[in-house]
């Protein structure tokens, strides 16, 4: 029997601890498309653009998390 481990925590749970803040799932979304990932569209989404991009000051914190979990 293979032993349990932790799985790794999410970008939300890593922000969370790391920064000291909770980010939107739509800036991480935001992110992850700013540096080349496909991101499929939200289903409430009514426009192209989007409503709540990810703060300028969140952004890096956020991509940081995205590259380490």
């Known amino acids: 029997m293979a032993a349990l481990r932790n799985p790794p925590?999410?970008?939300?749970?890593y922000c969370k601890k790391a920064f000291g803040f909770t980010p939107k799932t739509c800036w991480i979304a935001d992110a992850k498309k700013q540096m080349g990932y496909d991101v499929k569209p939200a289903p409430?989404?009514?426009?192209?653009?989007?409503?709540?991009p990810c703060p300028e000051d969140k952004l890096e914190s956020i991509k940081k998390a995205i590259r380490e979990t």
């Open 9 to 13: 925590p999410t970008y939300i749970e």
């Open 44 to 52: 409430n989404r009514r426009e192209e653009e989007r409503q709540y």
